[in-house]
């Protein structure tokens, strides 16, 4: 049965459906170029064609040392993820899809969604895909992160406390790269898993966005998508998606907001009572105790301005309503740039909340960019 299934999805993923997001991404750009009479040449000179490679088992078992226990750098909800080292001295994640409780085919078409859309990104912040293999299996080749993730950096067993220079640069990376996700890239997407597990570090601790196992396109003038089933992992849920499974860019924003809570705080999304940090902070929050929300862990060893604007960014995105959340170009790219994560200003917290709530619906403050 799955041979069957797989067969006619291997020879759809590898015929057709790359080259369909190929040659889509070519046709819109195309379109785009031909209102400023672009020629075919700059065409072939703007999109690359892609390189992916198919990796065959008998390659991806001798780069993984045939999936050693030993070379296995995590496993998620969906898969197992190893190191492996290709003939050239390339080192590499391999992702090799279990998801045991689903039904063949219902693997099959989330592999093809989660290959489709890293085959479609190109951003620093995003992870990136080197190859893939389909026999015997569902695997993604992938850009080894070195530094692993976010959640086993700030969670994990290492004695030595992520600083808060790096913190608030994963913060920063993070916010890029789901702007671009949101709103940059050639067809928007929504992750729906934002989680510190998903994100990875570089060698130079720059935060890449990974596990697109979920995430979803979101067509040009839609604003949401409703889903079942509701899939995501529990303390980064938005009050909307938990509830009624709708899936907003917005979505993606809220756990932005507990990812923020957690660099803050030092505590995981969801503590070993199943308490939430959102609710957790909340008092915080709304009381403007941005030292009772410090993790002691960083002692004095903090810029407090940089601190009092992850708090007030965090306080914002984790809004029930998603009225009040902003999205992620108000956030970090736009207008707020200055104001929120990046700027000179230093507001009183809670001028500053309102003042974000009161200006970003009706003025456009690039001119602060400046
Ligand atoms: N490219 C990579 N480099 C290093 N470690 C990785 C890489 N990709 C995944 N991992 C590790 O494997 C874990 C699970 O990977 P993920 O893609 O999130 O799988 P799942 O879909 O099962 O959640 C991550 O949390 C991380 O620890
Ligand atoms: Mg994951």
């Known amino acids: 049965m799955f041979d069957n299934i797989k067969k006619k999805s291997v020879k759809r993923l590898t015929s057709t459906s790359i080259a369909n997001y190929y040659e889509q991404s070519r046709k819109s750009i195309r379109w785009k170029l031909g209102r400023s009479q672009a020629s075919e040449d700059s065409l072939e000179w703007m ?3 892609p390189s992916w490679r198919n990796f065959t088992l008998q390659e991806l078992e001798a780069a993984t040392k045939k999936f050693s226990p030993a070379k296995l750098l995590g496993k998620g909800g969906h898969a197992e993820v190893y190191k492996g080292l290709l003939p050239d001295g390339q080192i590499v994640a391999v992702k090799r899809i279990t998801k045991k409780e689903k ?20 951003h620093p912040n995003a992870a990136k895909l080197i190859g893939f293999g389909t026999e015997n299996g569902l695997y993604l080749v992938l850009q080894y992160a070195p530094n692993g993730s976010l959640g086993s950096l700030l969670h994990g067993n290492s004695k030595k406390t992520l600083d808060w220079n790096r913190r608030f640069k994963v913060a920063l990376g993070i916010a890029d790269g789901l702007k671009y996700l949101h709103s940059d890239c050639q067809r928007r997407i929504i992750h729906r898993d934002i989680t510190a597990s998903n994100i990875l570090l570089s060698e130079d601790y720059e935060p890449e966005i990974s596990d697109f196992g979920l995430a979803k396109w979101l067509p040009e003038n839609w604003l949401h998508h ?5 899939e995501g992992t529990f303390g980064y849920m938005a009050p909307e998606y938990f509830m009624h499974g709708i899936v907003h860019e917005k979505t993606d924003v ?11 705080t030092g505590r995981r999304a969801v503590d070993s009572r199943r308490q939430s940090l959102v609710k957790w902070a909340m008092p915080f929050l ?11 862990r960083l002692g004095d060893d903090y810029d407090i301005i940089e601190m009092e604007r992850a708090v007030s960014a965090a306080s914002l995105c984790v809004q029930q309503s998603t009225d009040t959340r902003p999205n992620m170009s108000t956030l970090q790219g736009g207008a707020y740039n200055s104001k929120i994560i990046r700027g000179n200003f230093k507001i009183h917290l809670m001028d500053q909340l309102k003042f974000q709530i009161e200006f970003y619906e009706f003025n456009d403050f690039s001119w602060f960019l400046e």
């Open 254 to 264: 809220f756990a932005f907001g507990v990812i923020l809570l957690e660099l803050i």
């Open 286 to 296: 709304e009381n403007n105790n941005v030292q009772g929300l410090v993790d002691p």
């Open 47 to 49: 999109i690359p064609k």
């Open 226 to 230: 409703v889903v079942s089933p509701i």
């Open 103 to 122: 039904k063949d085919e219902d693997r099959a078409k989330e592999f093809l969604s989660e290959l489709g859309i890293i085959a479609h990104i190109n």
